[in-house]
């Protein structure tokens, strides 16, 4: 009889009690460690756990605690167990600037719920999803690796980005676009004191645009303080837009206007899509070169391509110890993918799916 697989879990919220209830479902032992131990004694109650606290022999933290604990609360777990430690915080910078281990890595599931602790746990919270992982200088290849294929087996789309990269980018597409929708349903709330109708008629886009607001107001106290330089960019550059916007608007000029809304809707149907078909797909065999960081260089390439890698594992090389990733990406991309990791120094092998 085989032994199951083990994991702690470090806060039990929404998203660390969406781990603990998808890892139990694949058959793994989960411990379970939070602040408040009523929140432990319920997780256990509903079956996302097996035990409270942090099993020292684990193979795998999730670190899930709120952003300003992160840092404190990662090297507590890389002091107390022996395996791998990775984190689900949306700020990455602080963590990488602070943790110097090859046991961790910085994570981001980008996925979440209205719903909100325990109640929204969801073990399917993470199929096609994008779940970042962020390798530092002092990742190990094998803390990748094991981080990598927990997480896609969860059903995640695995992408590698620099901590700061990954920092400005979720300042775009996430918290500004939350405080957006915030400010948003502000000034419609306001407006509904002038127009009583106002609220009842707000139905379909307008619903859609603000959907996020809904999400849990603490969070994004630390969010907004942990990546304010990020978001302060993107503030800037949705403000100056809104601004030329505005005076598009004012001025009647309807061939801008055009321009604009025709160059958003093209660039909104362009927005990647998961690859199903095996006949879309091509497979590339990547021997990893023995230096440090190079399994992580493999994702963190393809996301600067923006290639996206539907499945991966590390099988042993027959020539040595050496590893070979063998990545599955989009077809129509492989050929800029193989000259990527070319001119990288690695010496892909691509074949196409039939």
Known sequence: MSTARRANISGLG???????????????????????????DRAVAMGLICQTGLDPDAEITFVATPVLTLVGQV???LSATKGVVTDVGSVKGPLAAAIDDPRFIGGHPMAGSELEGLDG?????FEGAVWVLT????????????????????????????ADRHDQVVAVISHVPHLTAATL??????????????????????????RIASGHPAIWLDICAENRTAILSALDGLIDGLGAMRRVVDTDDRAELQRRLAKARD???????????????????????????AAAEVFTLAAELGV???????????????????????????????????????????????
């Open 308 to 354: 996206n890698i539907d499945s991966f594992e590390v099988v042993h090389s027959a020539e040595g110890n050496r590893g070979v990733a063998v990545v599955l990406v989009d077809a129509a991309m492989a050929d800029m993918y193989r000259g990527g990791l070319l001119a990288r120094g690695y010496r892909p092998a691509v074949q196409r799916l039939s």
């Open 75 to 77: 090297q507590r777990a």
């Open 14 to 40: 929404l998203i660390g009690g969406s781990i603990a209830r998808a890892l139990t479902d694949r058959g793994w032992h989960v411990s379970g460690d939070d602040q408040l131990a009523d929140r432990m």
């Open 267 to 293: 660039a909104r149907s362009n927005l990647p899509s998961r690859v199903n078909q095996p006949s879309d797909l091509a497979e590339v065999r990547i021997p990893i070169p023995d230096r440090p960081g």
């Open 121 to 125: 746990a969801d073990g399917s919270m």
């Open 185 to 210: 349903m502000g000034l419609a709330s306001d407006r509904a004191e002038e127009h009583a109708a106002l609220l009842r008629l707000a139905a379909g886009g307008f619903r859609d645009m603000t």
């Open 135 to 162: 390798p530092s200088s002092s990742t190990a290849d094998s803390t990748f690796s094991e981080v990598a294929s927990i997480v896609a087996d969860l059903g995640a789309d695995v992408v590698a980005l620099p």
